[in-house]
């Protein structure tokens, strides 16, 4: 027997409320809940394990998020008719889920959590992945799952000039500015989004505006917890730990480590070093533990050694980094690498570029393609095709690894759309008629290969003579604090990655800001603080765009001459279909006889034609076919016509695509002519004046004799008399 569900609700704006029940599906769930606004519901559950694996060293959290397509009254387009793997939108949701959640769960923590959110019901209006986090938290929250707090999650939008918590789908279109942010009543732990180059300070003020909100959505979450009677969480077996094995180790290797990580060593030397001192470490613990020489030290020894070894490391370096404020390969803390940079480096691509910054390496390549190319984006509610598609590849020999090669996980997915968001800000816009794929392929990996991929690609999109107006540059940051310290990292190692309080991602223009990511780790993080990180961020970004610059300062004025030429025609929508033919037999024709691609489709009341080739010739035929096809013939006005066929009363001709008149055998020539044999025959060209229409029929009159001069009549008296026999 269902019980009374529970309710908790709060309001985004005047017209926007939000309901979250739990207690009436998925029941068996540790925690369940669904979100509503509007007709969008969506149904969140958690279950954890109870005891963690056997042997188990990290905390296994898998989060999926799903739209089902009935949600929205549809049936998906696949072969089997059902939902099948989770598209890049569901990947690029449950991402930003997962890196909310993570840091709610003790460090301690490791029996195995599976969070699936699911769309269940579809608003037009409502977007669902502004309401998915809330769900997923409220399910803990509802749940005995041991988490440290409670969290939400918001989209902000800046819409005419004003910001909006969770903007409709309408909205978010004409907004300049849209970030997700993640926190909890306290600390704001993730953000990411977009802008048309925005300043700090704007996103400065959309944290305050979230976190504002953000609030509002913990409270309600807390007082369903409260509904439901929540009032502790479950024990969980922790770690075990052995103090005696961790004071040896930092004893011995505590020195060791600091010199190596001062040494200013490359990134493979370094971890050779190190490994070097993890072996010595295990027969110095041999020795320390009186084991026989031959025999193997404990297995559970080693283990714990390892795991103190690799926290030693990591300790060690940060108070280095904050103390001596000296970094792992020697820069000072506002230092980027050194860059390399060039375009035009592959002759086949439409347009190409070799970014290098220190041990991180993208070559990025640019294809111009036709609108059929355009990638098809669908999700429950809406399908929409795009026609800039970036995609990143990040193979395992950029890291010197051996792994199998498998379709892109979704850290590509996310990392391939911060570059996507981040270029598209610059993308022409209006009548660009190319479909733009930008492929970036990791060569080297040390240090943030996606802000090498939005470099790499704003100079490849320049290279291929995509005219983006200024250059987007990208930089990964880290923050690392202890106490009353504090070190902010420009273009941050591999290794300095996991080491911060706060990894973010910041990229732009000159102007700008035009994408962000951030993953915040510490408690009480200061806007001050912030604001100090996100200026360090920008100089880091104007000091790479100088060098891209100086590589290619501005867009090619054309095209390569082996990418494919294009011409845009407007028609009258009443040409469409003449454009066309029954069944596509012009169009089909037009493209087959000029070697051309050509798309049509009806914009704004009219037909917008959109002619490719890579043949300058082909897309003039073409043109000239199209015009002919659409023209409206004019009385008095000359054509180049070709004779279809021949009557004992005239030649028929097309003078213009389509468009056929006759010559009647009076109009060929001056002179009376009984027959036209031996005088025109199928095939012949010859120059025709539209000299009028028939009033019944609508038929085209045509005449070649206005065209010749007219021979002179000469009187009688003057002509020549016959010669007499």
Not at 596 to 605: H, Y
Not at 619 to 641: L, M, N, Q, R, T
């Amino acid at each position: 027997m269902l019980t009374q569900p529970l309710q908790s609700k709060f309001t985004i704006r005047d017209d926007q409320e939000v309901i979250v029940e739990t207690g009436r599906l998925a029941r068996q769930a540790d925690g369940s809940v669904t979100v509503r606004q509007g007709n969008c519901i969506i149904l969140a559950t958690v279950v954890a394990n109870k005891t963690p694996k056997e042997g188990q060293s990290f905390f296994p959290l898998s989060v999926d998020y799903q739209e089902k397509f009935a949600s929205a009254g549809r049936i998906p387009g696949s072969f089997f008719k059902r939902e099948a793997r989770l598209n890049d939108y569901e990947i690029l949701t449950s991402r930003l889920i997962d890196r909310a959640l993570r840091p709610l769960f003790p460090e301690d923590y490791l029996c195995e959590v599976q969070v699936l959110v699911t769309l269940i019901s579809s608003d037009a209006e409502v977007m669902p992945d502004s309401l998915a986090c809330l769900a997923a938290s409220a399910a803990l929250a509802v749940s005995d799952i041991p988490i440290k707090e409670i969290i939400s999650e918001v989209r902000v939008g800046r819409v005419d000039g004003q910001f909006v918590i969770n903007p409709l789908r309408s909205e978010l279109a004409k907004a300049d500015l849209e970030f997700m942010i993640a926190a909890t009543d306290k600390n704001i732990m993730m953000v990411e989004g977009e802008a048309q180059e925005c300043q700090e300070e704007d996103l400065v003020k959309a944290l305050e505006i979230a976190h504002d909100a953000i609030r509002v959505q913990v409270k309600a979450q807390e007082e369903l917890r409260k509904l439901k009677g929540v009032t502790g969480k479950r024990e969980y077996e922790k770690p075990a730990q052995n103090e005696e094995v961790r004071e040896k180790v930092n004893a011995y290797a505590t020195s060791k480590v600091y010199e190596v990580a001062k040494a200013a060593l490359g990134k493979h030397e370094r971890a050779e070093r190190f490994e070097l001192i993890e072996t010595d470490l295990l027969e110095h613990l041999r020795i320390e533990y009186k084991v026989p020489e031959g025999e193997e030290l404990a297995e559970d020894i080693v283990k714990f050694a390892k795991t103190y070894y690799h926290d030693l490391q990591y300790y060690v370096v940060r108070d280095m980094i904050l103390n001596d404020r000296v970094r792992l390969d020697g820069r000072k803390l506002d230092e980027v690498r050194p860059l390399n940079m060039e375009v035009d480096v592959l002759p086949s691509p439409h347009g190409a570029a070799l970014f290098t910054r220190g041990e991180t390496q993208s070559l990025t390549t640019v294809t111009l393609g036709t609108p059929l190319d355009s990638l098809l984006i669908e999700s429950a509610a809406i399908s929409d095709y795009s026609k800039f598609i970036l995609h990143y590849n990040f193979p395992p020999f950029s890291t010197g690894e051996v792994k199998m090669m498998r379709g892109p996980g979704r850290r590509e997915v996310g990392h391939g759309n911060l570059a996507m968001r981040s270029l598209k800000q610059m993308m022409p816009g209006g009548d660009f008629p190319y479909t733009v794929r930008v492929v970036s392929d990791i060569l080297e990996s040390n240090g943030s290969s996606s802000m090498a991929t939005v470099c790499a690609g704003s100079l490849a999109l320049m290279d291929a003579g995509v005219g983006i107006p200024r250059h987007v540059s990208g930089v990964a940051m880290g923050l690392i604090t202890k106490e009353n310290k504090y070190a902010i990292l420009t273009d941050i190692l591999g290794d300095e990655d996991h080491l911060g309080d706060m990894d973010f991602k910041v990229t732009g223009t000159r102007d700008g800001i035009c994408g962000v990511q951030m993953d915040i780790k510490v408690d009480g993080l200061s806007m001050d603080v912030m604001r100090e990180a996100l200026e360090q961020a920008r100089k880091g970004r104007m000091h790479i765009l100088d060098a891209m610059y100086a590589c290619m300062p501005e867009a090619r004025a054309d095209i390569k001459p082996h990418a494919p030429r294009m011409v845009k025609l407007f028609i009258d929508k009443e040409f469409i279909g003449a454009v066309i033919g029954p069944g596509g037999k012009v169009i089909q024709e037009i493209q087959r006889e000029t070697g051309t691609t050509i798309n049509l489709e009806e914009v704004n009341n009219r037909g917008e034609v959109s002619i490719f080739s890579v043949n300058k010739e082909g897309v003039d035929k073409a043109v000239a076919w199209i015009k002919g096809i659409v023209a409206v013939p004019s009385i008095g006005d000359v054509y180049d016509a070709t004779v279809k066929s021949v009557m004992p009363f005239g030649a028929f001709v097309e003078f213009l695509p389509g468009k056929q008149g006759l010559v009647h055998i009076s109009e060929i020539s001056w002179k009376r002519l009984e027959t036209l044999d031996g005088i025109v025959k199928e095939g012949d060209s010859m120059k025709v004046k539209l000299i009028g229409t028939d009033p019944k029929s609508g038929k085209f009159k045509l005449s070649r004799k206005v065209l010749i001069p007219k021979p002179e009549h000469k009187p009688r008296e003057q002509q020549t008399p016959p010669q007499q026999g």
